[in-house]
Protein backbone atom coordinates (compact mmCIF):
# COMPACT_ATOMS: atom_id res chain seq x y z
CA UNK A 1 0.00 0.00 0.00
CA UNK A 2 0.85 3.25 -0.66
CA UNK A 3 0.36 6.22 1.71
CA UNK A 4 1.30 9.55 0.30
CA UNK A 5 0.65 13.28 -0.30
CA UNK A 6 -0.30 14.42 3.59
CA UNK A 7 -2.49 17.66 3.44
CA UNK A 8 -1.61 20.15 6.01
CA UNK A 9 -4.83 20.84 7.25
CA UNK A 10 -6.63 17.70 9.07
CA UNK A 11 -9.98 19.48 8.65
CA UNK A 12 -13.26 16.66 8.08
CA UNK A 13 -14.50 19.51 5.59
CA UNK A 14 -11.14 20.19 3.77
CA UNK A 15 -10.66 15.89 3.31
CA UNK A 16 -14.97 15.76 2.16
CA UNK A 17 -14.38 19.23 -0.01
CA UNK A 18 -11.12 17.56 -1.50
CA UNK A 19 -12.20 13.84 -2.05
CA UNK A 20 -15.28 14.78 -3.77
CA UNK A 21 -13.54 15.72 -6.56
CA UNK A 22 -13.55 11.91 -7.35
CA UNK A 23 -16.81 10.64 -9.10
CA UNK A 24 -16.50 7.80 -6.96
CA UNK A 25 -16.85 9.68 -3.66
CA UNK A 26 -19.99 9.65 -2.35
CA UNK A 27 -21.42 12.16 0.58
CA UNK A 28 -25.39 11.77 0.68
CA UNK A 29 -27.94 12.30 3.82
CA UNK A 30 -30.99 11.10 5.40
CA UNK A 31 -33.52 11.27 7.82
CA UNK A 32 -34.13 9.04 10.80
CA UNK A 33 -37.23 8.25 12.42
CA UNK A 34 -37.13 11.33 14.60
CA UNK A 35 -36.00 14.01 11.81
CA UNK A 36 -32.38 14.27 12.67
CA UNK A 37 -30.33 14.41 9.16
CA UNK A 38 -27.67 11.07 9.01
CA UNK A 39 -24.87 12.16 6.54
CA UNK A 40 -22.58 9.11 4.70
CA UNK A 41 -19.07 9.75 3.47
CA UNK A 42 -17.38 7.08 1.39
CA UNK A 43 -15.84 5.54 -1.34
CA UNK A 44 -18.41 3.58 -3.71
CA UNK A 45 -15.22 1.83 -5.71
CA UNK A 46 -14.10 0.46 -1.80
CA UNK A 47 -17.57 -0.58 0.09
CA UNK A 48 -19.32 -3.31 0.04
CA UNK A 49 -22.79 -2.57 -1.33
CA UNK A 50 -24.53 -5.12 0.82
CA UNK A 51 -23.21 -4.15 3.92
CA UNK A 52 -24.61 -0.75 3.40
CA UNK A 53 -28.02 -1.96 2.52
CA UNK A 54 -28.31 -4.74 4.94
CA UNK A 55 -26.52 -3.75 7.73
CA UNK A 56 -26.04 -0.10 8.09
CA UNK A 57 -28.82 1.90 6.09
CA UNK A 58 -32.10 0.01 7.89
CA UNK A 59 -30.49 0.10 11.51
CA UNK A 60 -29.54 3.60 11.20
CA UNK A 61 -32.88 5.37 9.72
CA UNK A 62 -34.85 3.19 11.99
CA UNK A 63 -33.02 3.87 15.44
CA UNK A 64 -33.87 6.58 17.54
CA UNK A 65 -30.89 8.84 18.45
CA UNK A 66 -30.37 11.62 20.79
CA UNK A 67 -29.23 14.89 20.45
CA UNK A 68 -26.06 15.05 20.39
CA UNK A 69 -25.34 10.88 20.92
CA UNK A 70 -23.72 10.31 17.56
CA UNK A 71 -22.28 7.16 19.88
CA UNK A 72 -25.52 5.96 20.27
CA UNK A 73 -25.01 4.96 16.57
CA UNK A 74 -22.50 2.11 17.73
CA UNK A 75 -24.80 0.25 19.40
CA UNK A 76 -27.12 -0.02 16.49
CA UNK A 77 -25.07 -0.64 13.81
CA UNK A 78 -24.48 -4.61 13.81
CA UNK A 79 -20.89 -4.15 12.51
CA UNK A 80 -17.78 -5.17 15.15
CA UNK A 81 -15.34 -2.81 13.30
CA UNK A 82 -16.44 0.64 14.50
CA UNK A 83 -14.93 3.79 15.49
CA UNK A 84 -15.27 6.90 17.33
CA UNK A 85 -13.41 9.82 15.50
CA UNK A 86 -13.35 13.31 14.99
CA UNK A 87 -9.51 13.63 13.36
CA UNK A 88 -9.25 14.55 10.06
CA UNK A 89 -5.97 12.62 9.53
CA UNK A 90 -7.92 9.51 10.98
CA UNK A 91 -10.81 10.07 8.24
CA UNK A 92 -8.85 10.62 5.38
CA UNK A 93 -7.10 7.00 6.04
CA UNK A 94 -9.80 4.99 6.87
CA UNK A 95 -11.85 6.42 4.44
CA UNK A 96 -9.20 5.32 1.35
CA UNK A 97 -9.70 1.91 3.40
CA UNK A 98 -13.25 1.61 2.69
CA UNK A 99 -14.86 3.02 5.73
CA UNK A 100 -17.96 4.64 6.03
CA UNK A 101 -18.18 8.00 7.87
CA UNK A 102 -21.24 8.80 9.47
CA UNK A 103 -22.21 12.10 11.28
CA UNK A 104 -25.53 13.44 12.80
CA UNK A 105 -26.89 16.86 11.95
CA UNK A 106 -26.73 17.76 16.15
CA UNK A 107 -22.98 17.26 16.32
CA UNK A 108 -21.50 17.53 12.77
CA UNK A 109 -18.16 18.12 13.94
CA UNK A 110 -17.70 14.19 15.20
CA UNK A 111 -18.90 10.98 13.46
CA UNK A 112 -18.28 6.96 13.62
CA UNK A 113 -16.08 5.13 10.96
CA UNK A 114 -17.60 1.87 10.57
CA UNK A 115 -15.61 -0.12 8.44
CA UNK A 116 -17.63 -1.30 5.63
CA UNK A 117 -15.01 -2.98 2.87
CA UNK A 118 -15.49 -5.23 0.45
CA UNK A 119 -12.10 -7.18 1.02
CA UNK A 120 -12.32 -9.68 -2.36
CA UNK A 121 -13.78 -7.17 -4.94
CA UNK A 122 -11.24 -7.26 -8.08
CA UNK A 123 -9.28 -10.06 -6.45
CA UNK A 124 -11.83 -12.95 -8.25
CA UNK A 125 -10.62 -16.22 -10.02
CA UNK A 126 -8.96 -15.60 -13.81
CA UNK A 127 -8.89 -12.42 -12.90
CA UNK A 128 -4.67 -12.65 -13.81
CA UNK A 129 -2.79 -10.87 -16.97
CA UNK A 130 -2.38 -13.15 -19.24
CA UNK A 131 -0.95 -10.62 -22.54
CA UNK A 132 1.78 -8.93 -20.34
CA UNK A 133 2.97 -11.72 -18.18
CA UNK A 134 6.07 -11.85 -15.89
CA UNK A 135 7.91 -14.13 -13.67
CA UNK A 136 8.62 -11.72 -11.06
CA UNK A 137 5.74 -9.33 -9.04
CA UNK A 138 2.09 -9.50 -8.83
CA UNK A 139 0.13 -10.85 -12.09
CA UNK A 140 -3.30 -9.53 -10.85
CA UNK A 141 -5.07 -7.81 -14.03
CA UNK A 142 -8.21 -5.53 -14.63
CA UNK A 143 -11.23 -7.03 -15.82
CA UNK A 144 -14.29 -5.43 -17.82
CA UNK A 145 -16.04 -4.16 -14.88
CA UNK A 146 -15.09 -0.20 -14.52
CA UNK A 147 -15.77 -0.29 -10.68
CA UNK A 148 -14.12 -3.41 -9.99
CA UNK A 149 -11.10 -1.68 -11.66
CA UNK A 150 -11.46 1.74 -9.87
CA UNK A 151 -11.40 -0.33 -6.77
CA UNK A 152 -8.07 -2.43 -7.76
CA UNK A 153 -6.45 0.81 -7.92
CA UNK A 154 -7.57 2.45 -5.19
CA UNK A 155 -6.36 -0.60 -2.83
CA UNK A 156 -3.11 0.22 -4.42
CA UNK A 157 -2.81 3.61 -3.79
CA UNK A 158 -4.31 4.52 -0.44
CA UNK A 159 -4.37 8.17 -1.32
CA UNK A 160 -7.22 11.06 -1.00
CA UNK A 161 -4.90 12.37 -4.10
CA UNK A 162 -6.43 10.06 -6.53
CA UNK A 163 -8.77 11.29 -8.43
CA UNK A 164 -11.74 9.39 -10.61
CA UNK A 165 -14.02 11.84 -12.97
CA UNK A 166 -16.69 10.40 -14.68
CA UNK A 167 -17.62 11.08 -18.37
CA UNK A 168 -20.37 9.50 -20.51
CA UNK A 169 -19.25 8.62 -24.31
CA UNK A 170 -21.24 7.38 -26.95
CA UNK A 171 -24.36 8.48 -28.09
CA UNK A 172 -26.16 5.16 -28.47
CA UNK A 173 -23.95 3.02 -25.94
CA UNK A 174 -23.64 5.60 -23.01
CA UNK A 175 -20.58 3.77 -21.81
CA UNK A 176 -19.41 5.16 -18.90
CA UNK A 177 -15.28 6.27 -18.93
CA UNK A 178 -13.40 6.92 -16.03
CA UNK A 179 -10.20 9.61 -16.23
CA UNK A 180 -8.06 8.79 -13.20
CA UNK A 181 -5.02 10.54 -12.16
CA UNK A 182 -2.90 12.17 -8.88
CA UNK A 183 -4.18 15.82 -7.71
CA UNK A 184 -0.82 17.63 -7.19
CA UNK A 185 1.26 15.43 -9.04
CA UNK A 186 -0.36 15.24 -12.75
CA UNK A 187 0.01 18.42 -14.79
CA UNK A 188 -3.20 19.82 -15.22
CA UNK A 189 -2.75 21.01 -18.79
CA UNK A 190 -2.52 16.96 -19.72
CA UNK A 191 -5.59 16.52 -17.72
CA UNK A 192 -7.78 19.15 -19.09
CA UNK A 193 -6.06 18.18 -22.54
CA UNK A 194 -7.30 14.56 -22.05
CA UNK A 195 -10.69 15.73 -20.62
CA UNK A 196 -11.61 17.75 -23.71
CA UNK A 197 -10.57 15.32 -26.20
CA UNK A 198 -13.27 12.64 -24.39
CA UNK A 199 -15.90 14.72 -24.36
CA UNK A 200 -15.50 16.16 -27.44
CA UNK A 201 -16.03 13.05 -29.20
CA UNK A 202 -18.99 12.43 -30.82
CA UNK A 203 -19.44 8.53 -31.44
CA UNK A 204 -22.47 6.05 -31.45
CA UNK A 205 -20.73 3.50 -29.71
CA UNK A 206 -17.43 2.57 -27.70
CA UNK A 207 -16.86 -1.52 -27.13
CA UNK A 208 -13.19 -0.65 -26.11
CA UNK A 209 -10.63 1.40 -24.85
CA UNK A 210 -8.92 0.95 -27.75
CA UNK A 211 -11.26 3.00 -29.52
CA UNK A 212 -10.37 6.01 -27.38
CA UNK A 213 -7.14 5.38 -28.15
CA UNK A 214 -7.57 5.99 -32.00
CA UNK A 215 -9.48 9.12 -31.62
CA UNK A 216 -8.34 10.91 -29.22
CA UNK A 217 -4.53 10.43 -30.19
CA UNK A 218 -1.99 13.05 -31.65
CA UNK A 219 -2.07 11.29 -34.85
CA UNK A 220 -4.30 8.69 -35.86
CA UNK A 221 -2.59 7.61 -39.08
CA UNK A 222 1.30 6.04 -37.44
CA UNK A 223 1.70 3.12 -37.01
CA UNK A 224 3.37 3.74 -33.43
CA UNK A 225 0.89 3.65 -30.42
CA UNK A 226 1.04 6.85 -28.74
CA UNK A 227 -1.03 6.33 -25.21
CA UNK A 228 -0.09 3.01 -23.04
CA UNK A 229 -2.39 0.58 -23.32
CA UNK A 230 -1.75 -1.68 -20.27
CA UNK A 231 -3.83 -4.70 -18.35
CA UNK A 232 -1.56 -5.01 -15.34
CA UNK A 233 -2.49 -3.20 -12.34
CA UNK A 234 0.69 -2.87 -11.39
CA UNK A 235 2.12 -0.87 -14.81
CA UNK A 236 -0.99 0.85 -14.15
CA UNK A 237 -0.16 2.07 -10.48
CA UNK A 238 3.35 3.10 -11.33
CA UNK A 239 2.25 5.38 -14.53
CA UNK A 240 -0.15 7.20 -12.37
CA UNK A 241 2.65 7.57 -9.46
CA UNK A 242 4.51 8.91 -12.71
CA UNK A 243 2.04 11.75 -13.24
CA UNK A 244 0.58 10.55 -16.25
CA UNK A 245 -3.21 10.04 -16.96
CA UNK A 246 -4.93 6.96 -17.01
CA UNK A 247 -8.57 6.62 -18.97
CA UNK A 248 -10.64 3.25 -18.00
CA UNK A 249 -13.51 2.49 -20.02
CA UNK A 250 -16.50 0.15 -18.56
CA UNK A 251 -16.35 -2.92 -20.68
CA UNK A 252 -12.72 -3.24 -21.76
CA UNK A 253 -9.74 -4.65 -19.30
CA UNK A 254 -6.95 -2.56 -20.94
CA UNK A 255 -6.64 1.17 -20.11
CA UNK A 256 -4.64 3.50 -21.36
CA UNK A 257 -2.20 6.24 -20.24
CA UNK A 258 -1.10 9.06 -21.53
CA UNK A 259 1.35 11.47 -22.29
CA UNK A 260 4.13 8.62 -22.72
CA UNK A 261 7.57 8.25 -25.18
CA UNK A 262 8.69 5.07 -26.99
CA UNK A 263 10.53 4.04 -24.14
CA UNK A 264 7.64 3.09 -21.94
CA UNK A 265 7.28 0.54 -24.28
CA UNK A 266 10.20 -1.05 -23.73
CA UNK A 267 9.59 -1.13 -20.64
CA UNK A 268 8.69 -4.56 -18.30
CA UNK A 269 7.42 -4.42 -15.09
CA UNK A 270 10.59 -7.35 -13.98
CA UNK A 271 13.12 -4.36 -14.42
CA UNK A 272 12.22 -3.31 -11.76
CA UNK A 273 11.50 -6.52 -8.97
CA UNK A 274 15.20 -7.28 -10.03
CA UNK A 275 17.98 -5.81 -9.24
CA UNK A 276 19.42 -2.52 -10.96
CA UNK A 277 22.06 -4.49 -13.22
CA UNK A 278 19.93 -7.49 -13.75
CA UNK A 279 17.09 -4.79 -15.26
CA UNK A 280 19.48 -3.42 -17.10
CA UNK A 281 20.60 -6.35 -18.69
CA UNK A 282 17.68 -7.56 -19.47
CA UNK A 283 16.13 -4.22 -21.16
CA UNK A 284 19.10 -3.84 -23.04
CA UNK A 285 18.68 -7.45 -24.57
CA UNK A 286 15.04 -6.25 -25.46
CA UNK A 287 16.06 -3.02 -27.34
CA UNK A 288 18.87 -5.06 -29.16
CA UNK A 289 16.51 -7.89 -29.88
CA UNK A 290 13.69 -5.30 -31.43
CA UNK A 291 16.74 -3.67 -33.59
CA UNK A 292 17.74 -7.08 -34.76
CA UNK A 293 14.22 -7.90 -35.40
CA UNK A 294 13.74 -5.02 -38.00
CA UNK A 295 16.80 -5.00 -39.76
CA UNK A 296 17.91 -8.47 -39.93
CA UNK A 297 15.77 -9.63 -43.00
CA UNK A 298 15.97 -6.58 -44.99
CA UNK A 299 19.56 -6.66 -44.70
CA UNK A 300 19.70 -9.99 -45.87
CA UNK A 301 17.91 -9.24 -49.05
CA UNK A 302 19.72 -6.01 -49.81
CA UNK A 303 23.68 -7.79 -49.34
CA UNK A 304 22.34 -10.74 -51.75
CA UNK A 305 20.83 -8.29 -54.43
CA UNK A 306 23.31 -5.57 -54.12
CA UNK A 307 26.50 -5.79 -51.63
CA UNK A 308 27.79 -9.34 -52.79
CA UNK A 309 31.70 -8.24 -51.99
CA UNK A 310 31.26 -7.58 -48.37
CA UNK A 311 29.86 -11.07 -47.58
CA UNK A 312 33.31 -12.70 -45.51
CA UNK A 313 34.75 -15.70 -47.94
CA UNK A 314 33.88 -18.08 -44.94
CA UNK A 315 30.26 -17.39 -45.59
CA UNK A 316 30.20 -17.66 -48.99
CA UNK A 317 30.48 -21.11 -49.71
CA UNK A 318 27.36 -21.88 -47.37
CA UNK A 319 25.38 -19.20 -49.26
CA UNK A 320 25.80 -20.38 -52.23
CA UNK A 321 25.36 -23.75 -50.98
CA UNK A 322 22.08 -22.72 -49.59
CA UNK A 323 20.49 -20.85 -52.07
CA UNK A 324 22.02 -22.91 -55.40
CA UNK A 325 18.48 -24.62 -56.11
CA UNK A 326 16.28 -21.79 -55.25
CA UNK A 327 14.33 -20.98 -57.57
CA UNK A 328 13.21 -17.25 -56.76
CA UNK A 329 15.20 -14.02 -55.70
CA UNK A 330 15.88 -12.92 -52.41
CA UNK A 331 13.15 -10.34 -51.92
CA UNK A 332 10.47 -13.11 -53.21
CA UNK A 333 11.95 -15.53 -50.76
CA UNK A 334 11.74 -13.46 -47.56
CA UNK A 335 8.69 -12.18 -48.47
CA UNK A 336 7.66 -15.98 -48.45
CA UNK A 337 8.89 -16.83 -45.10
CA UNK A 338 7.49 -13.68 -43.28
CA UNK A 339 4.81 -14.12 -44.61
CA UNK A 340 4.04 -17.53 -43.76
CA UNK A 341 4.89 -16.66 -40.13
CA UNK A 342 2.82 -13.39 -39.73
CA UNK A 343 0.44 -16.53 -40.53
CA UNK A 344 0.87 -18.91 -38.12
CA UNK A 345 1.24 -16.26 -35.69
CA UNK A 346 -1.99 -15.22 -36.45
CA UNK A 347 -3.90 -18.53 -36.66
CA UNK A 348 -2.23 -19.22 -33.36
CA UNK A 349 -3.89 -16.36 -31.92
CA UNK A 350 -6.74 -16.90 -33.18
CA UNK A 351 -7.18 -20.65 -31.78
CA UNK A 352 -8.01 -22.16 -28.41
CA UNK A 353 -4.53 -21.84 -26.53
CA UNK A 354 -4.11 -25.44 -26.16
CA UNK A 355 -4.49 -25.73 -30.08
CA UNK A 356 -2.51 -22.41 -30.81
CA UNK A 357 0.46 -23.63 -29.44
CA UNK A 358 0.51 -26.94 -31.17
CA UNK A 359 -0.15 -25.14 -34.20
CA UNK A 360 2.61 -22.22 -33.72
CA UNK A 361 5.20 -25.44 -32.73
CA UNK A 362 4.38 -27.83 -35.45
CA UNK A 363 3.11 -25.68 -37.86
CA UNK A 364 6.54 -23.45 -37.78
CA UNK A 365 8.83 -26.81 -38.14
CA UNK A 366 7.12 -28.75 -40.57
CA UNK A 367 6.55 -25.89 -43.10
CA UNK A 368 10.06 -25.13 -42.75
CA UNK A 369 11.45 -27.94 -43.37
CA UNK A 370 9.48 -28.42 -45.94
CA UNK A 371 10.25 -25.51 -47.56
CA UNK A 372 14.14 -26.28 -47.22
CA UNK A 373 13.60 -29.46 -48.84
CA UNK A 374 11.37 -28.27 -51.70
CA UNK A 375 13.99 -25.40 -52.34
CA UNK A 376 11.63 -22.42 -52.02
CA UNK A 377 13.49 -20.88 -49.55
CA UNK A 378 17.70 -21.34 -48.10
CA UNK A 379 18.22 -22.69 -44.53
CA UNK A 380 20.00 -19.53 -43.44
CA UNK A 381 17.14 -17.36 -43.98
CA UNK A 382 15.04 -19.38 -42.65
CA UNK A 383 16.81 -19.25 -39.52
CA UNK A 384 17.00 -15.53 -39.87
CA UNK A 385 13.38 -15.14 -40.31
CA UNK A 386 12.75 -17.09 -36.96
CA UNK A 387 15.24 -15.34 -34.60
CA UNK A 388 13.66 -12.14 -35.94
CA UNK A 389 10.26 -13.29 -34.67
CA UNK A 390 11.65 -14.72 -31.37
CA UNK A 391 13.45 -10.99 -30.96
CA UNK A 392 9.82 -9.48 -31.63
CA UNK A 393 8.35 -11.14 -28.96
CA UNK A 394 10.62 -9.41 -25.91
CA UNK A 395 8.38 -6.09 -26.55
CA UNK A 396 6.01 -5.77 -23.76
CA UNK A 397 3.74 -4.67 -25.36
CA UNK A 398 1.91 -5.91 -27.69
CA UNK A 399 0.78 -2.88 -29.67
CA UNK A 400 4.36 -2.25 -30.21
CA UNK A 401 5.37 -5.45 -31.26
CA UNK A 402 2.51 -5.50 -33.49
CA UNK A 403 4.43 -1.74 -35.30
CA UNK A 404 7.85 -4.06 -34.89
CA UNK A 405 6.41 -6.76 -37.37
CA UNK A 406 4.86 -4.13 -39.96
CA UNK A 407 7.95 -1.90 -40.19
CA UNK A 408 10.06 -4.91 -41.26
CA UNK A 409 7.74 -5.16 -44.68
CA UNK A 410 8.55 -1.90 -46.30
CA UNK A 411 12.26 -2.20 -45.12
CA UNK A 412 12.21 -5.41 -47.13
CA UNK A 413 10.98 -3.56 -50.18
CA UNK A 414 13.51 -1.06 -49.93
CA UNK A 415 16.58 -2.87 -49.61
CA UNK A 416 15.85 -5.23 -52.58
CA UNK A 417 15.44 -1.66 -54.55
CA UNK A 418 18.42 0.28 -53.41
CA UNK A 419 20.53 -2.49 -51.22
CA UNK A 420 21.70 -0.38 -47.40
CA UNK A 421 20.71 2.96 -49.15
CA UNK A 422 17.19 2.37 -48.75
CA UNK A 423 17.75 0.68 -45.21
CA UNK A 424 19.33 3.92 -44.72
CA UNK A 425 17.24 5.68 -45.69
CA UNK A 426 13.98 3.77 -44.55
CA UNK A 427 15.33 4.06 -41.00
CA UNK A 428 15.65 7.57 -41.46
CA UNK A 429 12.16 8.25 -42.42
CA UNK A 430 11.27 6.68 -39.80
CA UNK A 431 12.99 8.52 -37.16
CA UNK A 432 12.08 11.93 -39.14
CA UNK A 433 8.32 10.14 -38.27
CA UNK A 434 9.14 9.51 -34.95
CA UNK A 435 10.36 12.95 -33.92
CA UNK A 436 7.36 14.96 -35.58
CA UNK A 437 5.41 12.20 -33.21
CA UNK A 438 3.48 13.69 -29.77
CA UNK A 439 1.68 12.11 -27.25
CA UNK A 440 -0.73 13.93 -25.59
CA UNK A 441 1.46 17.38 -26.62
CA UNK A 442 4.59 15.52 -25.15
CA UNK A 443 7.08 14.63 -27.67
CA UNK A 444 7.14 11.04 -28.29
CA UNK A 445 11.08 10.80 -28.23
CA UNK A 446 11.67 12.72 -25.46
CA UNK A 447 14.25 12.60 -23.31
CA UNK A 448 16.15 11.75 -26.14
CA UNK A 449 14.64 14.23 -28.07
CA UNK A 450 14.55 17.04 -27.06
CA UNK A 451 17.49 15.91 -24.73
CA UNK A 452 17.04 15.49 -20.95
CA UNK A 453 19.89 14.34 -19.58
CA UNK A 454 18.05 13.92 -16.08
CA UNK A 455 15.54 11.12 -17.38
CA UNK A 456 18.21 9.01 -19.35
CA UNK A 457 18.69 6.89 -16.09
CA UNK A 458 15.63 5.08 -16.86
CA UNK A 459 15.42 5.11 -20.24
CA UNK A 460 17.67 2.82 -22.35
CA UNK A 461 18.70 1.28 -18.91
CA UNK A 462 17.41 1.30 -15.43
CA UNK A 463 19.62 3.10 -13.19
CA UNK A 464 19.49 2.41 -8.92
CA UNK A 465 16.61 3.50 -7.30
CA UNK A 466 18.82 6.31 -5.27
CA UNK A 467 19.11 8.03 -8.84
CA UNK A 468 15.68 7.37 -9.85
CA UNK A 469 14.31 9.37 -7.02
CA UNK A 470 12.78 12.11 -8.94
CA UNK A 471 10.13 11.28 -11.85
CA UNK A 472 10.46 12.69 -15.67
CA UNK A 473 11.09 15.86 -16.57
CA UNK A 474 9.26 15.67 -19.53
CA UNK A 475 5.88 15.26 -18.20
CA UNK A 476 6.38 18.14 -16.17
CA UNK A 477 4.97 16.87 -12.75
CA UNK A 478 3.68 19.30 -9.98
CA UNK A 479 5.86 17.51 -7.64
CA UNK A 480 8.74 16.06 -9.37
CA UNK A 481 10.85 14.03 -6.12
CA UNK A 482 9.24 10.78 -5.99
CA UNK A 483 10.89 9.52 -2.45
CA UNK A 484 13.71 10.61 -0.20
CA UNK A 485 16.88 8.12 -0.15
CA UNK A 486 18.31 7.38 3.30
CA UNK A 487 22.14 6.75 3.29
CA UNK A 488 22.63 4.04 5.67
CA UNK A 489 25.82 3.25 7.62
CA UNK A 490 27.10 0.22 8.27
CA UNK A 491 26.83 -0.79 11.28
CA UNK A 492 29.14 -3.81 12.87
CA UNK A 493 27.60 -6.75 14.59
CA UNK A 494 27.80 -6.59 18.57
CA UNK A 495 29.02 -10.15 18.18
CA UNK A 496 32.52 -9.34 15.79
CA UNK A 497 33.51 -6.32 18.38
CA UNK A 498 33.87 -9.07 21.09
Known amino acids: MLNLFKHKSNSINKIIRDASKSHDFYNFSTKSDNDITIFFTYYKSLVDDNKMKMHVLPYIQSATIDLGGIKDLMDVIPIENQEFSSNGSDLKNKLIKGYVFIRISTDPKNGILVNVSNETKGYREFNDAENEYSVIGPKVGFVENIDTNVSLLRK???????????????????????????????????????????????????????????????????????????????????????????????????????????????????????????????????????????????????????????????????????????????????????????????????????????????????????????????????????????????????????????????LILLGALWGGYGITLGATLILCHLIRLKSLGCPYLAPLYPFRHKDMNDSFIRSSLSITKNRYTFLRPLKLKRYTVSKHKDVEDDYNNE
Open 156 to 410: QISSTDLVFEELTVGSISKTKVMIAYISGVANPQYVETMRQRIHDLDMDVIFDSSFLDQVISDNSNTPFPLFMSTERVDRTTYLLLLGQIIVISDGSPYVIAGPTNIFQFLVSPEDYYSSWSIGTFLRIVRIIGIMFSIIATPFYVAVLTHHYAIIPNDLLSPLIESRQNVPFPPLLEALFLEITIELLREAGARLPTKVGQTLGIVGGIVIGQAAVEAALTSNILLIIVSLSALASFTTPIFKMSNTIRMLRFP
